[in-house]
């Protein structure tokens, strides 16, 4: 059971005509999960640019009245989880800078890994950058010419494009952009394209012209009524306006090296998603599957931990012969994670999300499967749940590799001296969490339930092996804080 707190949800319109405030609103609700904390949109009716966020959920910020005075042609909008930053008001996105006569709005899933020195290169005092989102928004402010007063708004039309163009080759670590100014919508996918950002198309009506979204994932799109036409690729920034949509590199060719994030398949995107030109459901349904021939079980019944392991409970059921089940039930008013800060807050906290199906449960041996465990604390208070229902016996089964690294991101993470898998051998973990067998997906047949032959992907948080360079503190040995250089791992 994930309690990592997910990345961000990103989002933007380019649709003259149509209500672009409602359109953004409709698609980061289909993003919720993606982000919890704050949400907020950015709408712009060519000349004036207004920003609307707050604190809570996407329906706690946004109601009729205020969505009903957000006009405009285009806009962008953020949900947000902080990874990098703290969970205030000042954090909430999108970030927007005024310059000279313009402004731009911009929006952000990921975590820069080169924060401190793109400050330095920003020359903001320590302390003043107050999320890595900021400080990419200082840069791109800091690159727009002066504002002349015989300058007009046609020339500032490439600056925002300009600006990128300029600042993106020095940025660094994990980053889906949507930004914004007065007259279009850009969509930027870094060079290893951790994070996922696809591109729709609303048709043109008897009422309105064609538009074009941007989002992190598909089901924005299908919520509002658009095409999915494809993802964005890793390093390409896209660019729409009135005219055209474009795409350009401003990345140079030896940074292109495709990663994204293999966890989004296990747990962050949503089963409806297409990645890597595959819907997840099935991927997920796969991995239990391929996880049923690993080390089979005598069973009476097998049952996911809602939500997120319930696909892959399908596919183990069907691989493995035993009848799938409910064994929990969530509540499906509660977010996807814990507020509670403690561990036992965070184990109370299961008891509020989850109960047991006494009647499906007693006296049987069941086998239980779960996406991933990070920190342990709540897979523990589950199969607490379950032996006081009565199972017989509790086979733990999880549909990824032991989670034993953190992620610098884009999700946050604990520490490593947190991570379960990191701190304690099979067994101790079997005695720990107090189940009668426990296995999890390998890497290969982790890769093989994607089914993406040829694609790229980050792996860092299961085998170590950072693709961009982090700054790791390694508590375990006691050494400090030490530089990884890509592709290895603090010992
Ligand atoms: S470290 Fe793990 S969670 Fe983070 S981007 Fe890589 S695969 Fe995803």
């Known amino acids: 059971m994930m309690d990592a707190k997910e990345a961000c949800g990103v989002f933007g319109v380019y649709a003259p005509g149509r209500p672009v405030a409602h359109l953004t609103f409709d698609g980061l609700y289909a993003l919720q999960h993606r982000g919890q904390e704050s949400a907020g949109m950015a709408v712009s009716d060519g000349d004036l640019i207004t920003v609307m966020k707050d604190m809570g959920l996407v329906t706690t910020v946004f109601d009729e009245r205020k969505l009903s005075g957000l006009r405009g042609h285009l806009a962008i909008g953020h949900t947000r989880y902080s990874t990098a930053g703290s969970s205030d008001w000042i954090n909430a996105q999108p970030v927007f800078r005024g310059v000279g006569r313009t402004g731009f709005g911009l929006a952000h899933n990921g975590n820069l890994t080169n924060t401190d020195a793109l400050a330095e290169q920003a020359n903001m005092l320590p302390g003043l950058v107050s999320s890595d989102s900021d400080l990419v928004a200082e840069l791109l402010g800091q690159q727009f010419p002066p504002d002349l007063p015989e300058r007009t708004r046609a020339e500032h039309a490439a600056d925002l494009e300009q600006a990128l ?66 993802e964005l690729e890793p390093g390409e920034m896209v660019i729409i306006d009135g005219k055209e949509i474009r795409s350009v590199r401003p990345f140079p060719n030896e940074r292109l090296d495709p990663r994204l994030c ?169 005695e720990y969490l107090d189940v ?53 791992a603090p010992a």
């Open 436 to 488: 009668d067998s426990l296995e999890y997906l390998t890497l290969e047949h982790l890769v093989q339930a994607i089914d993406a032959p040829g694609a790229g992907f980050c792996d860092a948080c299961l085998t170590g092996n950072y693709p961009v360079p982090v700054q790791v503190k390694v508590e375990l040995t006691g050494r400090p804080t030490v530089t990884v250089a890509a592709g290895s």
């Open 262 to 430: 293999i966890f989004e398949f296990v747990y962050f995107a949503r089963p409806d998603t297409t990645l890597y030109g595959n819907e997840v459901h099935g991927a997920r349904r796969r991995m239990g599957q391929l996880l049923a021939t690993q080390r089979p079980v005598d069973g009476d019944l097998v049952m996911g931990v809602p939500e997120s392991g319930v696909p892959a409970a399908e596919g183990y059921a069907l691989g493995s012969g035993i009848p799938y089940g409910q064994g929990l039930v969530k509540n499906r008013y509660i977010g996807r994670t814990f507020i509670a800060p403690t561990q036992a807050e965070r184990a109370n906290g299961v008891r509020r999300k989850l109960n047991p199906l006494r009647e499906n449960i007693a006296g049987k041996r069941v086998i239980v499967v779960d996406d991933s465990i990070v920190r342990g604390t709540t897979t523990r208070a589950m199969v607490k749940m379950l032996r006081e229902a009565g199972a017989a016996e509790i086979h733990l089964r999880i549909s990824s590799p032991p989670f034993q690294w953190p992620c610098y991101y884009g999700i946050d993470t604990p520490d490593r001296t947190e991570l379960l898998a990191a701190i304690k051998t099979l067994d101790e973990i079997v």
């Open 165 to 230: 163009i300029e600042v993106l080759p020095k940025v660094e670590g994990a980053f889906s952009f949507v930004l914004m100014d007065a007259d279009r919508i850009i969509g930027v996918r870094d060079p290893n394209g951790f994070r996922p950002l696809c591109l729709g198309r609303l048709d043109a009506t008897d009422e309105f012209d064609q538009g074009w979204v941007l989002a992190s994932e598909s089901p924005a799109l299908d919520v509002i009524g658009a095409t999915f036409i494809r």
